[in-house]
């Protein structure tokens, strides 16, 4: 016979709550139709942005001018309409608040065709947002370098569907190719074009550094166009380095000095080898160290955030002033 406890049950945490279609509801409510267009057509953009802890105690959210930015060019690329950015700010604050989120967590706001229709039929936008706790990466948390290989999976051209709109349909492609790598035994794969040239990995831009030249492959090489590549290559430039949008060959980067994965999930992840070639100036990393030192103490509000909009147009004065 078991007897009763005289202490009190610790309570169970309270659900999650993600905003949808205007409402504030558990995670598992957040649905989508299986008839709708997101669906069946895979139409649906999204951002991811971080929110940090600052040096005050309070939480923020990092770079969030910029992600709606580029949301908005999103969501116009995919027929979605880009008025739903709007109200993101207020949501992420509500929550913020109702979540009761107090550590270092993960954004994902989401906008949808959330109707029903047919392939050419117009697309009702559904907004959704959620906020995860979300900590370091095994990368930045161990000081473990990343072993990459360069996958026979191709990233299309902007020709072939449009490299800036950051739609759930794009990941398809880099996401086999990405379970390949790992079934290989390999953390993560580079992305080729079609003219062979070094294009991104599947969830991150990558650098390269070589001497005081941090290099990072264009955005005509069917990359998308990164908020945190835009600060890694203003930053670099204020740090006192070259910082360059170029082509990039397979051999060029096996030869770099150092060699690093970033983008907002990742925030920043060093790597060691490539296609078991161990990169000359690993473990010794002082450039990917000065950014991420960087990225952190600029996202705590413990420094100024380096200014910089972003772009979709690589030829626009913003970061041609980088090249």
């Known amino acids: ?37 997101a669906l069946r057509y895979g139409v649906s953009v999204f951002e991811g942005i971080r929110i940090y802890r600052q040096h005050d105690g309070e939480v923020a959210a990092w770079l969030l001018p910029q992600h709606l930015d580029r949301l908005r060019n999103s969501c116009l690329l995919m027929g979605l309409d880009p008025g739903c950015c709007d109200e993101v700010p207020a949501v992420i604050d509500r929550l913020v608040e109702v979540n009761q989120v107090a550590e270092d967590s993960y954004v994902r706001v989401a906008a949808s065709a959330g109707n029903p229709g047919d392939l050419g039929d117009r697309a009702d936008t559904v907004l959704t947002v959620s906020v995860t706790p979300s900590g370091r990466k095994r990368w930045l948390a161990t000081g473990d370098g990343m072993r990459l290989t360069v996958s026979n999976w191709q990233r299309p051209s902007g020709e072939v569907f449009p490299s800036a709109a950051k739609n759930i349909s794009a990941y398809a ?151």
């Open 173 to 323: 492609g880099p996401r086999l190719a990405h379970t390949a790598a790992a079934a290989a035994g390999y953390d993560g794969c580079l992305l080729l074009t079609a003219d062979g040239l070094i294009s991104e990995a599947p969830t991150a831009t990558v650098f390269l550094v070589e001497g005081n030249r941090v290099v990072t492959p264009r955005l005509a090489d069917a990359v998308l166009p990164g908020v945190t590549r835009a600060w890694a290559l203003a930053t670099a430039r204020q740090l006192g380095l070259t910082a360059a949008a170029e082509a990039v060959t397979p051999e060029r980067l096996l030869a770099a000095d150092e060699v690093f994965l970033c983008g907002t999930g990742a925030e920043f992840a060093p790597v060691r080898e490539i296609d078991g070639v161990r990169l000359p100036g690993w473990p010794d990393c002082p450039v990917t160290t000065r950014l991420v030192d960087a990225h952190f103490s600029q996202a705590r509000g413990e420094r100024p955030a380096t200014s910089v909009p972003w772009t979709a147009d690589e030829r626009r004065p913003v970061e041609g002033q980088l090249r």
């Open 1 to 37: 016979m078991t007897l009763p406890s005289t202490q009190q049950p610790a309570p169970a945490p309270a659900p999650r709550l993600v905003h949808h279609r205007g409402r504030l509801v558990p995670a598992a409510e957040a649905t989508l139709p299986v008839s709708s267009i």
